[in-house]
């Protein structure tokens, strides 16, 4: 009768909730799943490209046995520039995959941010140098904040490397840190080349260049902007980028004074 209708009505929608909620599960694990795949074919990708360049040193020496010492010198000396190039992805790749757990191994402290700047900004001044950079500290405040010190050095040096390698000879790099009661703000503003408007919102993918050719030449991985990202998101903070082609580039970085466990 009536009731047995209900119960099969009830016991409808029952499974129907299960399977909707079952089928949004499965869509979510298919992007994450597609994600990851594309990850690993980049790494592998990645990876292989100096291993190809190695190879190819390595054989045309060992086709010619009697080449000149001046030609064995060269090559090597190529092939060490591989091998580094190599090692350089392997540990960008290992501080990112130390990035991705989620807010887990963070070890935070309290630091004095001024310093913390101070100290990334003396170990990049000799890279500024070779190309007359300016790179100028304009802090408004000093600032004691609760972060994991290795992390967001890894962010704020990726920044400033950035912001010098993609520059003109001659330009300026500004770094410049206030706060207020809740958060501090981090600028690092440069008078390089710029981001076209359309690419703006891929630069913090892993991987993605602007310009490949141009980046791997100055020894880009393309990993720098994905790590700063996900170091800023750990402290639940928020980076942001704007950029006039040709003038430069400006990031601004936000992040809470006090931690915020999940
Ligand atoms: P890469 O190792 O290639 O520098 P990143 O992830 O650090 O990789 O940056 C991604 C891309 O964003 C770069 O290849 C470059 O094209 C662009 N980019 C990053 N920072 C700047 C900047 N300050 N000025 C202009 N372009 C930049």
């Given at each position: 009768?009536?009731?047995?209708?209900?119960l099969?009505?009830?016991?409808?929608?029952?499974?129907?909730?299960?399977?909707?909620a079952?089928?949004?599960l499965?869509?979510?694990?298919?992007?994450?799943?597609?994600?990851r795949?594309?990850?690993?074919?980049n790494?592998?990708?990645?990876?292989k490209?100096?291993?190809t360049s190695?190879?190819?040193?390595?054989?045309?020496?060992?086709?010619?046995?009697?080449?000149?010492?001046?030609l064995?010198?060269?090559?090597?000396g190529?092939?060490s520039q591989?091998?580094?190039?190599e090692?350089?992805?392997?540990?960008?790749?290992l501080?990112?995959?130390?990035?991705?757990?989620?807010?887990a191994?963070l070890?935070i402290?309290s630091e004095?941010i001024?310093?913390l700047v101070?100290?990334?900004?003396?170990?990049l001044?000799?890279?500024a140098?070779?190309?007359?950079?300016e790179?100028?500290f304009?802090?408004?405040r000093t600032?004691?904040?609760?972060?994991?010190?290795?992390?967001l050095?890894?962010?704020?040096?990726?920044l400033?490397?950035?912001a010098?390698?993609?520059?003109?000879?001659?330009g300026?790099v500004?770094?410049a840190?206030?706060?207020?009661h809740?958060?501090?703000?981090?600028?690092?503003?440069?008078s390089g080349?710029?981001?076209?408007?359309?690419?703006?919102?891929?630069?913090?993918?892993?991987?993605?260049?602007?310009?490949?050719?141009?980046s791997?030449?100055?020894?880009?991985?393309?990993?720098g902007l994905?790590?700063?990202r996900n170091?800023?998101v750990?402290?639940r903070?928020?980076?942001k980028?704007?950029s006039e082609?040709g003038?430069g580039t400006?990031f601004?970085?936000?992040?809470?004074l006090?931690y915020i466990?999940?």
């Open positions: 009768g009536y009731g047995e209708n209900y099969h009505e009830d016991a409808y929608n029952e499974t129907k909730q299960i399977s909707d079952f089928n949004k499965w869509d979510r694990y298919k992007v994450l799943d597609a994600s795949e594309e990850f690993v074919a790494v592998s990708h990645e990876l490209t100096p291993l190695m190879k190819v040193l390595a054989d045309s020496l060992l086709a010619q046995p009697e080449a000149p010492v001046e064995y010198q060269e090559f090597m190529d092939l591989e091998i580094e190039r090692n350089k992805i392997i540990n960008d790749l501080s990112l995959v130390k990035l991705d757990k989620r807010g191994n070890n402290k004095n001024n310093e101070e100290r990334i900004l003396k170990r001044r000799p890279l140098a070779t190309r007359n950079i790179l100028v304009e802090s408004f600032v004691s904040a609760e972060v994991d010190e290795v992390k050095s890894l962010a704020v040096t990726n400033v490397e950035n010098v390698k993609y520059n003109k000879e001659d300026w500004h770094v840190l206030n706060a207020d809740k958060y501090f703000y981090l600028k690092v503003a440069d080349i710029g981001i076209p408007k359309e690419e703006t919102e891929h630069i913090f993918e892993r991987f993605y260049r602007v310009d490949k050719s141009h791997r030449e100055i020894g880009g991985t393309g990993l994905a790590i700063a170091a800023v750990m402290h903070g928020a980076i980028v704007y082609p003038e400006t601004t970085v936000r992040i809470p006090t466990s999940q």
